[in-house]
C-alpha cells in the first residue's frame, strides 16, 4: 500500500473514460453531500445523529463501481457513501436526512436507515456489525435460487471484532456462498484505536481462520479497491467468501458529537495527503483522460447538484402526524 503520496504512480486503468466520469462524480457527490450534511448539524438543522464518510470514498466507490443494480449490498452507521455509490437518488436522500415526506424512509428514518431494495440496496445499519447477518442471509438466498448475484457487505474494523462476523464468515464459509466482506478499517471504533482493540496489524489474516482468501489493499487507492473487488467478484461467484479490509481514515469525527480529542491534528493531516478525490483527479490529468477544466467543471457540478437537493428538501412536504404509525406494524 502507498503511504505517503497522493499520486496512484504509472498505474494504467482499462476503465472507459464513461465509467472513470461515473466514479469520480459519485466520490464528489459522496464528499459534498457529507460536507452539506455537517454544516446542517453544526446549526441544529437537522436532528439525531449521523456518521460522516468524508476520506472514505475512494472504498465505496471503487468497489461498488463492480456491481451491477440486482447485486446487493448491506451498508453500517456511516452509510451515505455506499448509498451514493449503489445510485440512490440525492434528493430522496437529503429529504430524509431533513426529516420530508418525500425520503426514503418518509422522513422517518434519518441518516442510518436509508435502503433501497429495489437498487440492490439493502440498507444502512445503526447495530455495529448489524449487516454482516443480513449480507450473509442474502448471498444464501442468491446461492438457493441459483442466481448469477453477489452480494458486498460492507463494515468497520469494530464490527470485526463482534461475534456476528465470526457466526456470519464461518457459515458463508461452510456453505460457500457468494459474498464479499469489506471490512472499512477507518483505524478507530468511536475512539477507540484499532491497533488497541486488536493485536494484530493486518486484519485480513483472520480469513485464515475460516479458509477463506483474505486480502489488505489501500482503501484510499480507488483503482486498487475496484482491481480487488473485480477479482472477489469472480471468485465467490464459484468458491464462496472473500475477506477484504480497505485501510482508509475518517477525517471527522465517530459523529457529530466527537470532540476528537483521541488523535492527532498531526495524524489526520498525515492521512489528509492520502486523500482519495485528488489522487484519483492527479490520474485523470497525468493520463489525459480529462483537463483540468473538465475536472473543475464536475466538482462544481457536484457541488450544485447537493445544491439541488438542499432545494428539493426544503420544498418538500413534512410528514403528516397522523402518520406516525404507518409503517410501523405490519398490516
Not at 466520469?21 to 453544526?42: C, G, I, N, P, W
Not at 475460516?210 to 479497491?225: A, T
Not at 462544481?300 to 410501523?328: C, F, G, H, M, R
Request: hydrophobic letters at 35%; proline letters at 3%; aromatic letters at 8%.
Amino acid at each position: 500500500m502507498e503511504k505517503n503520496t497522493g499520486k496512484n504512480g504509472k498505474r494504467k486503468s482499462n476503465l472507459s473514460k464513461e465509467k472513470l466520469q461515473d466514479m469520480y462524480m459519485k466520490m464528489l457527490h459522496t464528499r459534498a453531500f457529507e460536507e452539506k450534511v455537517a454544516y446542517f448539524f453544526s446549526r441544529g438543522m437537522v436532528h439525531g445523529t449521523t456518521h460522516l464518510y468524508v476520506g472514505e470514498e475512494a472504498t465505496a466507490v471503487g468497489a461498488i463501481a463492480n456491481l451491477r443494480a440486482d447485486d446487493w449490498i448491506t451498508s453500517t452507521h456511516r452509510g451515505h457513501g455506499h448509498t451514493i455509490a449503489k445510485g440512490l437518488d440525492l434528493n430522496r436522500m437529503m429529504a430524509e436526512l431533513l426529516g420530508k415526506e418525500t425520503g426514503y424512509c418518509k422522513g422517518k428514518g434519518g441518516s442510518m436507515h436509508i435502503s433501497d431494495i429495489t437498487l440492490g440496496h439493502l440498507g444502512a445499519n445503526g447495530i455495529v456489525g448489524g449487516g454482516i447477518p443480513i449480507a450473509t442471509g442474502a448471498a444464501l438466498t442468491v446461492k438457493l435460487r441459483g442466481e448469477d448475484k453477489v452480494v458486498i457487505c460492507f463494515f468497520g474494523d469494530g464490527a470485526i471484532n463482534e461475534g456476528t462476523f465470526h457466526e456470519s464468515v464461518n457459515m458463508a464459509s461452510a456453505w460457500k456462498l457468494p459474498v464479499i466482506y469489506l471490512c472499512e478499517n477507518n483505524q478507530y471504533g468511536m475512539s477507540t484505536s484499532q491497533k488497541k482493540a486488536t493485536n494484530i496489524d493486518d486484519l485480513s489474516v483472520r480469513a485464515q481462520a475460516y479458509g477463506i482468501p483474505g486480502k489488505r489493499i489501500d482503501g484510499n487507492d480507488i483503482f486498487e479497491v475496484y482491481e480487488t473487488v473485480r477479482e472477489a467478484k469472480e471468485y465467490v461467484k464459484k468458491n464462496g467468501p472473500y475477506l477484504i479490509v480497505a485501510e482508509t481514515y475518517r477525517y471527522l469525527g465517530h459523529s457529530k458529537s466527537d470532540a476528537n480529542r483521541y488523535r492527532t491534528k498531526e495524524e489526520i493531516n498525515e492521512w489528509k495527503t492520502k486523500d482519495p478525490i485528488p489522487r484519483m483527479r492527479i490520474y485523470l490529468e497525468e493520463n489525459k483522460i480529462f483537463t483540468p477544466e473538465e475536472l473543475d467543471g464536475m466538482e462544481t457540478k457536484a457541488k450544485q447538484d447537493i445544491e439541488n437537493a438542499v432545494e428539493y428538501a426544503k420544498n418538500s412536504p413534512d410528514p403528516d402526524p397522523a402518520d406516525l404509525l404507518t409503517d410501523v406494524y405490519a398490516d
